[in-house]
């Protein structure tokens, strides 16, 4: 039975279908529920989790099983897939919902994410101890990636931007490993060179 | 991993981009499509397409990024067991009314009926009808049966072609007034074809081939009985 045979199978409410779905499905989604909420710095407990485990089958299930009906299958899409986006999506829009928390500076949501003020200091905007930048620079470097073809942006956000690993990024571009890691070291010099040629010094 | 320092710059630089060329507002693609972008089953053409709007949305490249999974984790058993729960066996729901109904060349034979069957003015189950040996019915077939303070009427008229019009009543028994809230969706051979809310006490399934059917009747959301319906051809 191909997914989409199974799937519809539990649309029609065929109690023994919708039995295999849970014991099928149930880990991929606890799994990602868990993981967009870590990765998200959300406080993780268990009875948040365990709440939005139930409402992701209703999500499915409800007015007639209105979202599970949109899984077509087409192209081959794989129900887990499917699925995995749906989860995502669902958790996302969750902490949308919420109210905005106030988190202060010296907080630390966590013992793997670093307080709030450290982020600013050395993630995505602010400065870090041993680079300073000052917004003409960043404007000129900018410029570096902004003459970067798409294929290479797309590459500049999700590997160093939002820290897809390697391995995950070249299934999604589905290239071997190697040829990723020749983009990467390529894409690399290209904007190494870019950003001297705007005068900016890379001293090691 | 300690990100080298030039990877460092080129985020600083690329957060200082992205912060001034992305757009709110944008048709994203649906769940399927980015599903199969991420399964690298796009075409190339597809596939860029994907990438670019990725490019210039935020939400859509969060959920990119999220797709990776560190480490994969089993629910607790009592979860899972309250999802399964979730969907009822279609076994637990009542079965109204059960009747098999053979289609001739101008009449119909009744072969099977928990219902009683209305001829001219009388209700007559279905032994009784064997007993004055009426075999063929050439006019419209009524099915009527009361489940404690509810009538359900089937009225069963044969068309052209093979085919038949079954209008359900549903009513309270005493009052025969129409019952509120009550949905009907009608299944063929396991797939549901329509479903309609009750109007004006009755809904109508037109044009019906020979097969077997089954009707589900719910109230406010809950399963509260079934039909099920043979014309074997």
Same mark, same amino acid.
């Given at each position: ?204 | ?47 860029? $397409? ?5 490019? +210039? ?12 999974? +560190? ?12 999802? $399964?729960?979730?969907?009822?066996? +279609? ?107 009750? +109007? ?34």
């Amino acid at each position: 039975m191909d997914d989409l045979e199974f799937i519809r199978n539990c649309i029609q409410a065929d109690k023994h279908a919708w039995d295999e779905f849970v014991q099928r499905y149930s880990r991929l989604i606890y799994s990602y529920i868990y993981s967009v909420l870590k990765e998200k710095g959300i406080n993780l407990d268990t009875s948040l989790v365990d709440d939005l485990f139930q409402d992701v089958f209703l999500h499915l299930i409800k007015d007639d099983f209105k979202k599970l009906r949109q899984y077509q299958g087409k192209k081959n899409c794989s129900f887990a897939g499917w699925l995995r986006v749906v989860v995502i999506n669902f958790v996302l829009d969750f902490l949308r919902k919420k109210q905005p928390r106030c988190v202060s500076l010296e907080e630390k949501l966590d013992t793997d994410t670093p307080a709030l003020k450290d982020t600013l200091k050395d993630e995505r905007f602010a400065l870090s101890q041993d680079i300073i930048l000052d917004e003409e620079e960043l404007k000129n470097l900018s410029d570096c990636i902004h003459e970067l073809d798409s294929e290479d942006k797309f590459f500049v956000e999700m590997h160093i931007y939002n820290g897809m690993s390697l391995e995950n990024l070249r299934a999604i571009l589905n290239i071997s490993r190697s040829a990723i890691d020749m983009r990467k070291q390529r894409l690399i010099k290209k904007l190494k060179d870019c950003f001297q040629s705007k005068g900016f010094q890379l001293e090691n | 991993m300690v990100m080298e320092k030039i990877e460092r710059i080129i985020k600083m630089a690329y957060g200082f981009f992205k912060q001034r060329n992305s757009q709110d507002g944008l048709i994203c693609p649906n769940e399927e499509e980015l599903a199969l972008f991420l399964e690298a089953k796009l075409s190339p053409d597809e596939s860029k $397409k994907i990438k670019e709007h990725i490019l +210039k949305c935020k939400k859509c490249s969060e959920v990119v990024s999220l797709f990776e999974l +560190k480490q994969e984790l089993l629910p607790p058993s009592y979860l899972m067991e309250k999802a $399964k729960s979730l969907v009822e066996d +279609k076994n637990d729901i009542p079965l109204w009314l059960e009747a098999v109904i053979m289609l001739k060349e101008n009449a119909f034979s009744v072969i099977k009926s928990s219902a009683d069957i209305l001829l001219g003015n009388e209700i007559l189950p279905l032994p009784i009808l064997r007993t004055r040996k009426i075999e063929e019915i050439h006019q419209p077939v009524s099915l009527i049966k009361d489940i404690e303070n509810i009538r359900i009427h089937i009225e069963i008229s044969r068309l052209e072609m093979m085919k038949i019009k079954m209008v359900i009543f549903i009513q309270d028994k005493t009052t025969l007034q129409p019952l509120t809230g009550m949905r009907l969706s009608l299944f063929k051979e396991g797939v549901e074809l329509e479903s309609h809310f009750l +109007k004006e006490g009755k809904v109508i399934f037109d044009e019906l081939k020979p097969a077997s059917y089954e009707i589900e009747v719910s109230q406010n959301l809950l399963n509260v009985g079934r039909i099920k319906l043979d014309l074997p051809s």
